[in-house]
């Protein structure tokens, strides 16, 4: 595969200290990287959401304690890295703006989103320039770049979306001469700015996105996605120790994984890829030696169950109604109460008097939903309950695998299944407190 066009992003565990920048950029510079996108410090988005959470609601001597916190902990980086004292006053202004963000918020009692995407912009504006420094250490042509020129997004604040011909357009003006003579550039993950250059967020754990998407408009050959763990599993390690790195996995296996439980990639990081047939690579920056994850259009093997995902506190909502009978409109009334309170449903069912949707978590869940949708049907409420995915290309179409499946699981109870909406994947419901185990005997049947 040609590598001419690396993009690598790099998490905030690959971030975390000197040493593991330092580390990151090394082997940034020893895979060839064109543009690297970085995430805040380990977690320092946490630690400014907790500093304004406090600057609300307490004093300034309170909260000020956190900021002291993120402070001392940049600056030991800065001491650590033997900094430039351009790359010094860049951190210690950006450092103070968090503060003096923060004293407003706490004087005025009062943050927006869009002051809180600008606080936020802070952890990764900081990283990136500690990142491009460590890319000059290692003997590269490193820029520090503000993504905020090419990354446009709308103005929903904490969970903009990207334009992206904007994005497109804006690349080929500020990246493309810069890439051309050389350099590499250094850049923030998880940050966007609007048309009139408000600064925005994508929404936790957006850097991934951030990277395909600049990969998109640079036409990047690769993506490198870094983090702590080699690459993506058949199943999470934690519930199942026999869980082992895959090698290979489509677009579309991995976009269903991400969107059923895995944790490594965020679900939206593979649009883009996909979009423009990139291949993505998921890998350890702590252990880069080990064999990572190609995420691809294709794969050499197709195995019938490639991984399984778990997601747990779901809850099922169950509407029956018998005026639902030969009639029509009715599943159009339902999905307009969710679309009037801003839900996103995930698994529907339906029989000729009822409809089953499952919801991903129970803090979304509001009074106000169960009362407009008992106004429609009679609506039961099950809790407790994990979605478990089995994903793989073949899965629609190999006969046989439901009865697999279900006898593999016996004594346990199924309490609704998706099958063939999606070519790739098969799901059901099960009681939380066998979630575990029916994960784990799965895996033991399939993988
Ligand atoms: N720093 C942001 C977060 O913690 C974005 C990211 O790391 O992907 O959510
Ligand atoms: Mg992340």
Known sequence: MSKNRVLSKFGGSSMADAIAIRR??????????????????????????????????????????????????????????????????TVLSLLQEMETIAKGVNLLKDCSLKA??????????ISSAFMTDAMNEVGTKAVYFDIRKVLKTNDQFGQALPNIQDTKTAADMHMKSLLENGNVLVTQGFIGATEEGLTTTLGRGGSDYSAALIAEAIDADVIEIW???????????????????I???TYQEAAE????GAKVL??????????KNIPVFVGSSINSEERGTWIQKTTKENPLVRALAIRENQILLTLTTPRMLNTHGFLFQVFKVFNDHKL??????????????????????????????????????????????????????????AKKVFSALEDINIRMICL??????ICFLVDTKEGREAVKRLHAQFI
Not at 116 to 125: A, H, I, N
Not at 257 to 260: K, R, V
Not at 367 to 376: A, H, P, Q
């Open 24 to 89: 990151s950029a090394a082997l940034a510079k020893k895979q060839g990287s064109v543009v690297v996108v970085v995430s805040a410090t380990h977690g320092t988005t946490n630690q400014i959401i907790a500093l304004i959470d406090l600057a609300l609601k307490s004093s300034w001597e309170e909260a000020e304690k956190h900021y002291q916190e993120i402070k001392i902990k940049h600056l030991h980086i800065i001491e650590d890295m033997k900094s430039s004292q351009e790359m010094k006053t």
């Open 116 to 125: 809180m995407d600008t606080v936020l912009s802070l952890g990764e504006r």
């Open 227 to 245: 983090t702590d763990v080699a690459g993506v599993a058949t199943t999470d390690p934690r519930i199942c120790e026999n869980a082992k790195p």
């Open 247 to 249: 090698d290979e996995i």
């Open 257 to 260: 994984l991400a969107t059923f």
């Open 266 to 275: 965020h679900p939206t990081t593979l649009w883009p890829a996909m979009r």
């Open 344 to 401: 996103s449903v995930d698994l529907v069912t339906t029989s000729e008097i009822s409809v089953s949707i499952t919801i991903n978590s129970p803090s979304i869940l509001s009074k106000s939903l169960v009362r407009d949708l008992g106004e429609i049907a009679e609506v039961r409420l099950d809790e407790n309950l994990s979605l478990i995915s089995l994903v793989g290309s073949q899965i629609s179409a190999t006969p046989g695998l």
């Open 420 to 425: 063939g909406a999606s070519s790739s994947n």
